[in-house]
């Protein structure tokens, strides 16, 4: 898919957003929404939307999370990458390039490397659309799922409209987080009959490990030549959706032996005059997460939390595996009621040798860079 045509498939998506919730703000409203989550905690807490095109909405959120978070890091140089063995995907190969542009690209490529995959290989098909869950993956703190979407010549695929996992127990759907996906690429081209996607589903430590679970997808798509035209998603009445398409399956219980690993650092640093600590840090298979907290009652007020945001903004997570480093994405960030947290992808069943953090508190300058040791 090329710039233009992602333009137009946003436009697209906040298109139907407005249209099914009833709103008609502006792009930067949906921005300062944002935002405003990200400082009231709101973006950690679930809620069902069973209205069709909200998911683009969290899509749509999360692009701008992380733009929010990310795109400072763009400008800093990569670490040297790590001379890892080459890894086989297998059955999975459909994900590999998919996975490449993903900020779990190392959770993911981690976890197929030490078969910490479960296949699943199960699908349902309704009229022109057929949906297949692929595979998942899961730690304590998070699942992430691989799936993928055909059509028959009536039908092209333009996108997954909707990605849902349901504890069956509990009848509950679990948080979504951030997901990625995009059409089967053959020989340079595109096959717009095929499309794969992977979505993470954050779970919470403090309640029982989940085991029977239901996907729930929809398909969107258009009429056989319509994906190759220019005002393609811009035309609402061109959309065609499937009905939700279920799968249960349950979970490999080999995910919840490896326990989260916690570090209470408590090193204290400055980030715009204002002192900070990093006082917790999680270790899990798929998942780093860093908790940092304010020292005074005062710096939590919104003014002051931007600033320190926008201070320490640019950081990066390089862990050292067989003398080479690998540079661990972070795929967002909440505000919490102590400070705020970051979750990086992970490389923890590699066994590093070390683990560091860095915060650049002067971009571009080396003697502005705060660094912590993590598995000291």
């Given at each position: 898919?090329?710039?233009?045509?992602l333009e137009r498939?946003?436009?697209?998506?906040?298109?139907?957003?407005?249209?099914?919730?009833g709103?008609?703000?502006?792009?930067g409203?949906?921005?300062?929404?944002?935002m405003?989550?990200?400082e009231?905690?709101?973006s950690?807490?679930?809620q069902?939307?069973p209205?069709?095109?909200?998911t683009?909405a969290?899509?749509?959120?999360a692009?701008i999370?992380l733009l929010l978070?990310?795109?400072?890091?763009?400008?800093?140089?990569?670490?040297q990458t790590?001379q890892?063995?080459e890894?086989?995907?297998?059955?999975?190969?459909g994900?590999?390039?998919?996975?490449?542009?993903?900020?779990?690209?190392?959770s993911?490529e981690?976890?197929?490397?030490?078969?910490?995959i479960?296949?699943?290989?199960?699908?349902?098909?309704s009229g022109?659309?057929r949906?297949?869950?692929?595979?998942?993956?899961?730690?304590e703190n998070?699942?992430?799922?691989?799936?993928?979407a055909?059509t028959d010549?009536?039908?092209?695929?333009?996108?997954?409209?909707?990605?849902?996992l349901?504890?069956s127990?509990?009848?509950?759907y679990?948080e979504?987080?951030n997901?990625?996906s995009?059409?089967?690429?053959?020989?340079?081209e595109e096959n717009?009959?095929k499309?794969y996607g992977k979505?993470?589903?954050?779970?919470?430590?403090s309640k029982?490990?989940?085991e029977?679970?239901e996907?729930?997808f929809q398909?969107?798509s258009?009429?056989?030549?319509?994906?190759?035209?220019?005002?393609?998603g811009?035309i609402?009445a061109?959309?065609?959706?499937s009905?939700?398409?279920k799968?249960?399956?349950?979970?490999?219980?080999?995910f919840?032996?490896?326990?989260?690993?916690?570090?209470y650092?408590?090193?204290r640093?400055?980030?715009?005059?204002?002192?900070?600590s990093?006082?917790?840090?999680?270790?899990?298979?798929?998942?780093v997460?860093i908790?940092?907290?304010?020292?005074?009652?005062?710096?939590k007020?919104?003014?002051?939390?931007?600033?320190?945001?926008?201070?320490?903004m640019?950081?990066?997570?390089?862990?050292?595996?067989?003398?080479?480093?690998?540079?661990?994405?972070s795929?967002?960030g909440f505000?919490?009621?102590?400070?705020?947290?970051?979750?990086y992808s992970?490389n923890m069943?590699d066994?590093?040798?070390?683990l560091?953090?860095?915060?650049?508190?002067?971009p571009?300058?080396?003697?502005g860079?705060?660094r912590f040791?993590?598995?000291?």
């Amino acid at each position: 898919m090329n710039i233009e045509q992602l333009e137009r498939r946003m436009q697209a998506e906040s298109e139907i957003l407005k249209r099914e919730s009833g709103e008609t703000g502006e792009p930067g409203q949906l921005r300062l929404a944002v935002m405003q989550g990200l400082e009231q905690g709101h973006s950690r807490e679930r809620q069902d939307f069973p209205r069709r095109g909200v998911t683009f909405a969290l899509a749509a959120a999360a692009v701008i999370v992380l733009l929010l978070f990310m795109v400072p890091q763009l400008q800093q140089p990569s670490p040297q990458t790590a001379q890892v063995q080459e890894v086989d995907w297998g059955e999975l190969e459909g994900f590999k390039r998919l996975s490449q542009f993903d900020m779990e690209h190392e959770s993911l490529e981690s976890a197929v490397r030490h078969n910490y995959i479960q296949l699943i290989g199960k699908s349902v098909q309704s009229g022109a659309y057929r949906v297949t869950l692929d595979a998942v993956t899961a730690d304590e703190n998070m699942i992430i799922m691989l799936y993928s979407a055909t059509t028959d010549d009536s039908q092209e695929v333009y996108g997954i409209s909707s990605a849902r996992l349901k504890e069956s127990g509990a009848g509950s759907y679990l948080e979504t987080g951030n997901g990625i996906s995009g059409n089967e690429v053959v020989a340079g081209e595109e096959n717009y009959h095929k499309y794969y996607g992977k979505r993470v589903f954050y779970l919470d430590r403090s309640k029982p490990f989940p085991e029977r679970l239901e996907a729930d997808f929809q398909v969107a798509s258009v009429n056989p030549g319509k994906m190759g035209q220019p005002k393609t998603g811009t035309i609402m009445a061109d959309m065609h959706y499937s009905p939700r398409l279920k799968i249960s399956f349950t979970l490999n219980a080999k995910f919840k032996q490896y326990a989260t690993r916690i570090i209470y650092p408590d090193e204290r640093f400055t980030l715009a005059g204002h002192e900070v600590s990093l006082a917790q840090v999680e270790l899990s298979p798929l998942l780093v997460r860093i908790r940092m907290a304010f020292s005074n009652e005062a710096d939590k007020a919104w003014p002051v939390r931007r600033e320190i945001f926008q201070a320490g903004m640019y950081t990066e997570m390089v862990s050292t595996v067989l003398g080479g480093q690998v540079e661990l994405k972070s795929s967002t960030g909440f505000s919490t009621e102590a400070g705020y947290e970051r979750l990086y992808s992970s490389n923890m069943l590699d066994d590093p040798e070390s683990l560091e953090l860095k915060i650049r508190t002067q971009p571009g300058e080396e003697d502005g860079v705060l660094r912590f040791e993590l598995l000291e």
